[in-house]
């Protein structure tokens, strides 16, 4: 997600089908998600804040319902236990897409077969781009900004002293309610059922 803005909680969900696009995120509320969204201020201060994530299920339409939808990830999260994941070095995807990210290094298999187990039913999408687990430091708007901010980065993440392990048991089902506007719908515990809606 490019630009991510939270909103007030909300977990009133109507029947109908959605048009929006939706999205399954885990926040880093870290030492490591605050030196992320520090410096992706530095980097890109015009940027509107975005807290630090890790994406599960990149932006996609539902297929049916939102009730429909959390009933999927209810009976998939809720079987599966909660994991450590390691944060890896800096890297870019450059040429594809201006975005510099940290890889995530450990688990990044349990994440990606979480993502496949996820992308079916009422959440089931063909992406644009292969899944490949990482945390957004910055998305710049051309090749040379994210060539610069890569190199700054890159320095900063190794001068970074803090822990680089993040454990996942609670996710965030999210909702895109205008450009750049993303509502946290439902908070989703692996290995449990939905908290309270």
């Known amino acids: 997600m490019k630009t991510t803005l939270r909103a007030s909680t909300l977990y009133n ?8 696009r939706y999205a399954l995120v885990a926040y880093l ?4 998600g605050e030196f992320v969204e520090n ?3 530095e980097l890109h201060p015009d940027l509107p804040h975005m807290p630090a994530h890790l994406t599960i299920l990149p932006p996609r339409p539902l297929r049916g319902s939102e009730s429909a939808a959390l009933q999927v990830l209810e009976r998939i999260c809720g079987a599966e236990e909660s994991f450590e994941v390691s944060l890896g070095p800096v890297e870019t995807f450059i040429p594809v897409t201006p975005t510099v990210f940290i890889r995530i290094d450990g688990s990044a298999g349990h994440m990606s077969e979480l993502h496949r187990k996820l ?5 089931q999408f063909k992406e ?3 899944y490949i687990p990482h945390l957004t430091i910055v998305k710049m708007g051309s090749e040379p900004p994210a060539q610069a901010a890569f190199e700054i980065a890159r320095q900063r993440w ?5 822990s680089r392990r993040i454990l996942l048991e609670r996710l965030t089902f999210v909702r895109e309610d205008s450009a750049n506007c993303w509502v946290d719908l439902a908070p989703v515990q692996l290995g449990r059922r939905l908290v309270s809606r």
């Open 29 to 32: 509320k870290s030492p490591a």
């Open 158 to 162: 190794q001068n970074y002293s803090g």
């Open 39 to 41: 410096l992706r201020r």
């Open 128 to 130: 644009e781009w292969p």
């Open 119 to 123: 992308n079916t039913a009422e959440l």
């Open 13 to 20: 969900f109507s029947p109908a089908m959605q048009t929006g």
